[in-house]
């Protein structure tokens, strides 16, 4: 049986996921006394790494192999594989590394080292329980896994998803969370209408016992946090911009490593209007991007651009049609999830890198004058004039 089942495996090695379903671990440790494993534990731990729903990766792939071929075939007795041989050759290395180690002490470690895997396995199980599962409970967001994608839904739709106060420390929780999940690429969406209309003007009006110059201080300290959080984010991130989209929610875009807009969606950024300056890194990434000129007419004049044109200002990758935006989309969202996971975030670190430490010092500077500014009468008067419905921008 032995010989039957791990040829076959051995084969598919550095290939394909595992299978489907957990199994209760091993216990071959009592008191601290490690026991010896029999040949039918072999059997088993032989039979429940096919059963493994996570894919352990290559490095165990290879480690479980030369454990195998260790305990039944004792030390490395094949020739060594030609340099372009690859697969062949790590398997190999991976077998000769082991040198004399004893069959048995290999079939104890094959056995320990499966046990650990199935744990690990059914740990995970509880957390990613379906193919769409739900990660955490959040007020203003849903947040989705599914095809190795993690979705962050804005989810204010009444509110055309306005960020408030909340939904600020939500979003910085869910990107937390995204970046340490087995996805390959996470996507910022909005549900309803709208992408996002910007900041909850009613967060102006929230105003803490410090008084208004305590608010400015700790709305400042969120937003750098905020934007932060995006500066930081190490995988691919991508926007998927379903309508129109305002104020911080357009001048993240300049953080993202792809922005696919509906041709539905607008850009627009009216600081100038609310008596505001820009953020979310724009003052840097928008005059990079468009160049100082069209910077300038968005984020000074306010001036709210379709999405072809925000397109060939080179701030959107794509645009589609409104009626097919959704399929065509996470077609080819599906399609990218299955690139190489390590290669596209090394990649992502690698063109963004160099980059970091400009993007947080930008990040403190427009933070802080922000702090000044949204106490300015500028301000409040036009935030009182929205909150009062005699604006509509
Ligand atoms: C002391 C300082 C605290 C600061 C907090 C920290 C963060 C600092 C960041 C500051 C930098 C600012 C960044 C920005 O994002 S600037 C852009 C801000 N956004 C806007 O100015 C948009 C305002 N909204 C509108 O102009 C219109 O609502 C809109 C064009 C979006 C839609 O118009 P429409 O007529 O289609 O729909 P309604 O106006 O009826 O909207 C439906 C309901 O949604 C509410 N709404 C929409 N957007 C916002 C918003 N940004 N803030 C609060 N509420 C919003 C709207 O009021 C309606 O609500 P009701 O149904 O209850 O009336």
Redesign the pocket.
Known sequence: MVARLAPRWCLRALRSPLQVIGFPSLQLHMSGIAMRASQEDFENALNQVKLLKKDPGNEVKLKLYALYKQATEGPCNMPKPGVFDFINKAKWDAWDALGNLPKETARQNYVDLVSSLSSSSESSNQVQPGTDRKQQEYENLVVTSEDGITKITLNRP???N?IN?QM?QEIILALKAASNDDSILTVVTGNGD?YC????????MDIPPGG?EE??KQ?AV??RDFVGSFIDFPKPLIAVVNG?A????VTILGLFDAVYASDRATFH???SH?G?TP?GCASYTFPKIMGPAKATEMLIFGKKLTAGEACAQGLVTEVFPDSTFQKEVWTRLKAYSKLPKNAMKISKQVIRNMEKEKLHAVNAEESSV?QER?LSDECINAAVN?LS?RA??
């Open positions: 009444t509110k055309k306005a106060t600020y709208y209309s910007g900041n909850d003007l009613t967060n102006f208004v608010k400015a709305s969120l937003l129109p305002m104020g911080i929610s950024t009216p600081f609310l505001l953020e922000l949204c929205f419905k509509k921008l």
